[in-house]
């Protein structure tokens, strides 16, 4: 793990002309670094593309998600999947990583929801349509049902490592509790199995350069089939109550969830059953959180996490 620190950009690029088909050696810009991949802008032969490197995530999984990405593509939705290098995968395992994914670099912008800043309304509800849509496409088909994760894995992991977690939060046993229950109301209430992308997040969707149009959807390294009903918890959670914000803004709520239903033949609102998916879907945001924080950091307390101070706000909807 974090093997790929050690390396330099040289020793990336030498792989990238090995293993690639890219008309020359590539130079590389780094866009992002976090706890789960480095990102890169990557040029070569007058082309630009985009360099995930991941640090977590076993190969398996990103195979996974690469093949997730070219279904919904062959479907018409608008999902970019991994440039297959020389052998014809999709993903590798270099020796200085977990796992690799080169990408066409999609040229577009990205909506900024976070540090009190909210989405315009009709991109939110741009953003809601186009997720009704990949839960329609998806709906009962036993080709999404293959996936690693499922929408128990993040609880799973938190409940199974106990340890850890009471080294990085004071108040563990409560919050250990608290995804107990969590995970016993999921299995009662967990009904209208699609695709879920499981980070419906504004960083995750590319739009047009004008316009309200969604260009391309990113990241399904968090995808599974499950309840849709997650996916449109976090989002509603996550446009409507940015990070640093005071509270849930009910206009963009209102507006996702009359976008979301729209064209599904269903009525929908904010009810007892979709206030749980918010409360779920922060909670296990949260757990993710924790579960990062390196030995020997200090200690955090449960409403460190934007994540478990939303949570608590959807109680008090």
């Known amino acids: 793990m974090f093997r790929f620190r050690l390396m330099d950009q040289a020793a990336i690029a030498d792989y990238l002309y090995k293993h690639y088909e890219l008309g020359g050696r590539a130079s590389l810009k780094i866009i992002s670094d976090n706890y789960y991949n480095n990102n890169y802008r990557v040029e070569a032969g007058g082309q630009s593309y985009f360099l995930k490197i991941g640090k977590i995530l076993p190969l398996a999984n990103v195979v996974e998600e690469s093949s997730i990405l070219a279904s919904l593509a062959d479907l018409g939705f608008p999902a970019v999947p ?10 590798s395992c270099p020796d200085f990583a977990e796992n690799l994914r080169l990408y066409p670099f999609v040229v577009g912008r990205s909506v900024a929801v976070g540090h009190s800043q909210l989405p315009h309304l009709s991109e939110a509800k741009a953003a809601a349509e186009l997720l009704s849509r990949l839960h329609q496409l998806t709906s009962g088909q036993d080709i999404w049902q293959r996936t690693h994760r499922t ?5 799973d992991r938190a409940l199974g490592s106990a340890a850890l977690l009471r080294h990085a939060l004071r108040e563990a046993d409560d919050f250990l509790s608290e995804l107990a229950q969590a995970r016993n109301d999921f299995k009662s209430l967990a009904g209208d199995f699609s695709l879920v992308h499981g980070d419906w997040r504004s960083k995750n969707l590319i739009y047009q350069p004008a316009g309200d149009e969604i260009k391309t959807v990113l990241d399904f390294e968090w995808s599974f089939y499950g309840p849709r009903w997650y996916d449109l918890g976090l989002m509603l959670v996550e446009w409507s109550y940015p990070d640093g914000g005071d509270g849930f803004d009910q ?23 979709l206030k749980f998916w918010m409360y779920y ?27 478990y101070q939303k949570a608590l706000a959807v109680k008090r909807l």
């Open 151 to 155: 929408g128990l894995t993040e609880i």
């Open 82 to 91: 991994p440039i297959k290098d020389r052998d014809g995968s999709f993903a």
């Open 251 to 273: 206009e963009i709520i209102s507006g996702i969830i009359s976008a979301y239903f729209k064209n599904s033949g269903r009525s929908g609102r904010l009810d007892d059953n």
């Open 281 to 307: 879907a922060a909670l296990c945001d949260a757990a993710t959180y924790f579960l990062g924080i390196a030995p020997g950091q200090p200690i955090k307390s449960l409403t460190d996490s934007y994540m």
